[in-house]
């Protein structure tokens, strides 16, 4: 128990980043767009269409930029003493630690493997400690993997604890070679440790090529004759901690599990795994606290579970009103920029509201927020109220919302009241987390409406995350240095446009559920300005609307020899403000560490993202309120990391940042995500050489003048965001774009010239 004494120095400390020159900044650019709002306004009779179209997509940006302001008024993210926890805190809680995988081709298992590897090895009590990996995917190639990596976990875990190791995904650590004439102690154990990873990972890579072991034994029996999405519930307990003591040379418990499939029942994607890791976790551990991770996301920082504790066991800073505790998601290689800077202003500023957005991975979770609860089920010190118990703990109730299993909800009805699983063997509770598998036991409870991960939404996250804020709970966000969790993102292409949609339309989702932001602000808990930072997250995919129109309005004001841009002083309007914008995200980017370089790349795949993955996304929305089809969950491909140096490798071959000289280059395919982005490019270059030789139409009175070169630096702008498209025109393979796509956007560009002039 933590001791709560006031007099004592918090375990942790809330940190605002306010700014008061920040907020000038971000509320001079408000000021400038209404100003060029009012000039539309103003002008707008002696104009044409293209003046009014460019009027609605300034209306849109401004409120846009009204919410980011909202978001990021005031910044703030807590910090853990981990001293003071040490001090105080006599028997720390248990966390069981979740690992969901779906496919052992787009997620590698040496992936999965890295990522136990490191959660096992944590600075945190052994005997505190299970690890859940749910694979819907019913590999044997993955249940293989893991249990080859169970054998040298009982090396790899008390090698780390005894020299304290900084990273503890064996992919990473071993990368650097030690000195050559080092003779200790440690050297030879790092040898050794290398040597027997080094034929972890290979059995992995004989494995993935030859299905030998499956007649290993009876303990594959399970996956004979099982389809990916047609098989049985599997729940194998891989490793047992019996000792339960909590010595450093302990490895955590370690469990499979693969729910059940057939192909006429819904099975949610990752929310249904997740819901189904907290059922099979509560029957056999039952910890109050739980970690979420993805597969590619290994714990970078090894004392990551305790610096979560330093939130959840703060004692007198109200102690019981925290659901989930948020680790900005980091990565080892390239492509992230973006992530990390947005996570660093916007996810500040989540914090500073009500608190983060759950992200999907790296986020610890209260297990009884989990199932349901509110802050108004509690009294003061924590415990339920005797309203709540009575409404909650009604055996009917509890029936009805977690299913009809008796193991099940008494392990409900303890995380509830917050007693303690006494110590028990885990294989006897197999019987019970077979049934809570299997694909009937969610129908007609409240799995996934009101309890668990919520459905209804391919971005699971923030789904629940905006569910648990409606019901009056904050969360908290520590961004540690080094940072918690790492892991990869995909190359600048196909896989990555196919995320942007995904995510894109599960946010869109959500605003056709009952987790609407605005009805939250006003019927349930949620803080209007939280309501108002969601809804800046959740209309992400309605941005590419506007976004598309004005890439393609200095292009048709060209061609059609018509103004865009104010003239004379007030051009200085438009001039100022996007001056101010590029400088100001400029800063964000170097204050952060990166390059002018990156702050381009960033700008650039903004643009094309959203006029491109993001469009896509609100057709999907469409069809699946007219009921026509349901939004998909695709699995992202996962790239593999380099796992060990090959004889002839240096160490300076690997860039520290996992990054490699073609990483930055953008690939393409055949998929329509890449046609918009083409046709923009091929438009407004089209229209700066009609500009540059003069052939634009006859000029029309509109207000006096026409289109000027004010209006094809604005193309040229354009251009030069869309520079990974116009470099694709010349080059060839995964690089270049494909002729069909050019074929395509070459046609809708004759099309829009001919209207553009015309018209």
Known sequence: MADSSSSLPPLCERISYKSYLLRAVDLTILGLLISLILYRIRHI?????????????????????????????????????????????????????????????????????????????????????????????????????????SKFAKIWVPFCKKYNVKVRAPFRYFLNPLD??????????????????????????????????????HDFEAFSNTKRNDHSTIVKVIWENKEGVGDEKEVPHFVYISREKKPNYLHHYKAGAMNFLVRVSGLMTNAPYMLNVDCDMYANEADVVRQAMCIFMRGSMNPCHCAFVQFPQKFYDSNSDEIVVLQSY???????????????????????????????????????????????????????????????????????????????????????????????????????????????STTEDAHTSIGIHSRGWTSSYISPEPPAFLGCMPPGGPEAMLQQRRWATGLLEILFTKQNPLIGSFCKKLRFRQSLAYLYIFTWALRSIPELFYCLLPAYCLLHNSPLFPKGVCLGIVVTLVGMHCLYTLWEFMSLGFSVHSWYASQSFWRIKTTGSWLFSIPDIILKLLGVSNTIFIVTKKSIPKTRLESGDRPSQIDDDGSNSESSKFEFDGSLYFLPGTFILLVNLTAIAGFSMGLQRSSRSYGGSGSSMIDACGCILVVILFLPFLLGLFEKGKYGIPLSTLSKAAFLAVLFVVFSVRN
């Open 45 to 149: 009779s002696q104009n044409d269409t293209a003046w009014f179209v460019a009027f609605l997509c300034e209306c849109c940006f401004t409120f846009i930029w009204l919410l980011i302001t909202c978001t990021k008024w005031s910044p703030a993210q807590h910090k853990p003493y981990l001293d003071r926890l040490d001090e105080r805190v006599h028997e720390l809680p248990s966390v069981d630690m979740f690992v969901t995988t779906a496919d052992p081709v787009r997620e590698p298992p040496i992936l999965v493997v890295n990522t136990v590897l490191s959660l096992l090895a944590v600075n945190y009590p052994a005997n505190k400690l299970a690890c859940y990996i749910s694979d819907d995917g019913c590999s044997p190639l993955t249940y293989f993997s893991l249990k080859e990596a």
């Open 180 to 217: 050559a004439t080092d003779d200790s102690e440690f050297s030879r154990e790092w040898e050794l440790t290398k040597r027997e990873y080094e034929e972890l990972v290979q059995k992995v890579e004989d494995a993935t090529g030859d299905s030998y072991w499956l007649d290993a034994g």
């Open 346 to 456: 916007v996810g500040r500023g989540f914090a500073g509201i009500q608190g983060p957005v759950y992200a999907g991975s790296g986020c610890f979770h209260t297990r009884r927020v989990m199932y349901g609860l509110s802050v108004d089920d509690l009294e003061e010190d924590g415990n339920l109220s005797s309203v709540a118990i009575r409404k909650l703990l009604a055996e009917e109730r509890l029936e009805r919302d977690f299913g009809k299993s008796k193991e099940m909800v008494k392990s409900v009805v303890d995380a509830l009241q917050r007693k303690s699983k006494p110590q028990d063997n885990l294989t006897n509770s197999l019987e019970a987390a077979q049934e809570v598998g299997h694909c009937p036991y969610e129908y007609q409870t409240s799995w996934g409406k009101t309890v668990g991960w919520l459905y209804d």
